[in-house]
Every structure is written in structure tokens, then in C-alpha cells.
């Protein structure tokens, strides 16, 4: 009997080390592939960002980099070219700028909306149908603003708006952007702890007071944010631009008239019949690297403002 007892344990020992052994297996496997997935990642992230580097010191070796920031046309494929990025760069930025000035307010009043006041029912639906629109495709938000936003305004408010315009473009990336602001602001409000607002409701304050001076200030770092996110998207938009803003390069100081945006230009030359090398095609990498370079800022504001004023509960 004690013999066959210990034959039955040696018997389970052994398989409980076989079994041992496959599932540490399994788990360097697993972990093999997660961390090739994160490196692949990254190494695509550097591939982009030397293509972009290489292409772009290729350009600069034939046009001055003073010319590049300092010059007021922007003319590449007319005698003789001029290489003035702040022609289009302007045009971006107005787009951009109307942009914000539509989804920022109006995106943290729907967070503060579906975090301190909308039952946990409305809040329920109402966020998932806020969310949808951020899957609609961006060509069919160029094409509302062509055929529909743009005939209204020039009706009603602007009869002097151009077909091609910066304001209809910079107000339906506003509507693209506002889910982004709103989701994330949400996220963040709704974070805050109970605490907080038990504590301002104790003192005697409102429910307005509560939400814009107490729950609001402490999701800061959070709204801060989803604006900096949805002010990146906004600059590296294309399809919006390239239907609604036209294709002409000139300053931007006019909201109701054409404009050619950075991420527009990059389109035209790369569906054309630019032959590649020349300085005309090294121009999308040069215009590339400048929007690489104003997110990566934002990015950097955004990441040292988050570290900087984040409150931790």
C-alpha cells in the first residue's frame, strides 16, 4: 500500500510539472508577442519619422530654410517658385481656430451636462449616440459642409461666402472634433470623487457651483487634454480641407473666402503627376515634417500640463 501511494504521488508531481511547465511556455509566448507588437510600434513610429527627416534635409538642400518660413507666396510649380509655408499654414490655423471656438465650449457643457446632471438612463444613451460621431468618415463631413452648411450660410447669414470656404471648413471640423472633447471631458469629470462634491453640497453650494467651481478645476488636467487631442486632429485633417476650403494658395485672412490648407496641398501633389525628387514632390515631406513638428509641440504642452496640474486623489 505505501509503495503504490508513492507511485501515485511521484505519478502526479511529474504531471503537475509537465503541466508547470507548458503554461510557462505558453506565457513567454504570449509575452513574445505582445512585446514584438510594442516594438513594432515603435519602430514604425521612427521609420516614419527618418522618412520624413531624410526627404526633408533633401528639400532644404535646394530651397533656403529662411525662404521656406520667411517668404509670403506660395507658387512651387510656377517660374519663379516661391516656397512660403505660411501662406498655407495660415489657412490651417483658421480652420483650426474656428474649429475650437465650435467644440470646445460646446464640449465641455455636454461633459459637464452628461456628468452632473443627466440621469444615469440618459447618460446611458446619450454618450454612445455623442460617440457616433466620431465614426462617421470625414469625406462625408466635407461633403455635408459643401452641399448643405456652405448654401445655408451664404442664405442666411454670409451672402458674400465663397463656394469654397475656411468658415463652413473650420465649423464642421468643430462638429469632427467636438465627440473627442466631449468623451474625454466626460471621462474626466466624472472621475472626480464623490468627496468633492458632498464636501462643496456641505458648505452650501449649488449644483451650478459645485460643477463649475469645484468638479471642473479638478478635472482640469483631463480637459486640457481632450482640447490639446482634438486640437491635434483638427491641424492634421485632410479630407475636410481638401472639399470644402478650396485650392488656392493665399493668406487666410478672411474666414468666408478659399484658402489652401498644409494637408491639402499634400494631396494635390501626391494624386498629381509630380515627378518624384523634384523640389515640388520634396515639398509634401517639408509640409510632413512641419505638421510632425506642431503636434509633437502640442503634445509636449499638453503631456507637461497634465504632469503639472494633475490632482491625485
Given at each position: 500500500m505505501a509503495v503504490e501511494s508513492t507511485g501515485r504521488e511521484r505519478s502526479g508531481a511529474g504531471v503537475w510539472q509537465r503541466k508547470s511547465r507548458a503554461r510557462e511556455w505558453r506565457e513567454r509566448i504570449v509575452k513574445g508577442v505582445f512585446g514584438a507588437c510594442a516594438y513594432l510600434s515603435v519602430l514604425t513610429t521612427i521609420g516614419i519619422v527618418l522618412v520624413l527627416i531624410f526627404e526633408t534635409i533633401g528639400f532644404f538642400r535646394e530651397v533656403s530654410i529662411v525662404e521656406f518660413f520667411t517668404d509670403t507666396r506660395w507658387s512651387p510649380a510656377f517660374e519663379p517658385p516661391r516656397y512660403g509655408i505660411t501662406v498655407l499654414a495660415s489657412a490651417t490655423l483658421m480652420a483650426t481656430l474656428i474649429a475650437l471656438l465650435v467644440a470646445v465650449p460646446i464640449g465641455i457643457l455636454a461633459a459637464i451636462f452628461l456628468s452632473e446632471y443627466a440621469?444615469?438612463?440618459?447618460?446611458?444613451?446619450?454618450?454612445?449616440?455623442?460617440?457616433?460621431?466620431?465614426?462617421?468618415?470625414?469625406?462625408?463631413?466635407?461633403?455635408?459642409?459643401?452641399?448643405?452648411?456652405?448654401?445655408?450660410?451664404?442664405?442666411?447669414?454670409?451672402?458674400?461666402?465663397?463656394?469654397?470656404?475656411?468658415?463652413?471648413?473650420?465649423?464642421?471640423?468643430g462638429i469632427m472634433i467636438l465627440p473627442t472633447i466631449a468623451s474625454i471631458s466626460e471621462d474626466a469629470i466624472y472621475a472626480v470623487p464623490r468627496s468633492l462634491r458632498e464636501g462643496a453640497y456641505a458648505l452650501g453650494a449649488t449644483k451650478r457651483e459645485t460643477a463649475t467651481k469645484v468638479v471642473v478645476p479638478a478635472a482640469?488636467?483631463?480637459?486640457?487634454?481632450?482640447?490639446?487631442?482634438?486640437?491635434?486632429?483638427?491641424?492634421?485633417?485632410?479630407?475636410?480641407?481638401?472639399?470644402?476650403?478650396?485650392?488656392?494658395?493665399?493668406?487666410?485672412?478672411?474666414?468666408?473666402?478659399?484658402?489652401?490648407?498644409?494637408?491639402?496641398?499634400?494631396?494635390?501633389?501626391?494624386?498629381g503627376e509630380t515627378e518624384r525628387g523634384s523640389p515640388v514632390y520634396l515639398t509634401i515631406f517639408a509640409i510632413g515634417m512641419t505638421l510632425f513638428l506642431m503636434t509633437l509641440v502640442l503634445n509636449l504642452v499638453s503631456y507637461w500640463f497634465v504632469r503639472r496640474f494633475r490632482e491625485t486623489y
Open positions: 440621469s444615469r438612463r440618459l447618460r446611458g444613451w446619450l454618450k454612445p449616440a455623442l460617440e457616433i460621431l466620431a465614426g462617421v468618415p470625414t469625406v462625408v463631413y466635407g461633403y455635408f459642409a459643401l452641399t448643405f452648411l456652405t448654401p445655408f450660410l451664404k442664405s442666411t447669414l454670409f451672402p458674400s461666402i465663397e463656394v469654397f470656404n475656411l468658415l463652413a471648413a473650420g465649423l464642421i471640423m482640469l488636467s483631463g480637459i486640457v487634454a481632450s482640447v490639446v487631442l482634438g486640437l491635434s486632429r483638427a491641424v492634421g485633417e485632410t479630407m475636410i480641407l481638401v472639399i470644402v476650403s478650396g485650392s488656392l494658395a493665399q493668406y487666410a485672412d478672411n474666414p468666408l473666402k478659399s484658402a489652401q490648407a498644409m494637408t491639402a496641398f499634400i494631396v494635390s501633389v501626391a494624386s
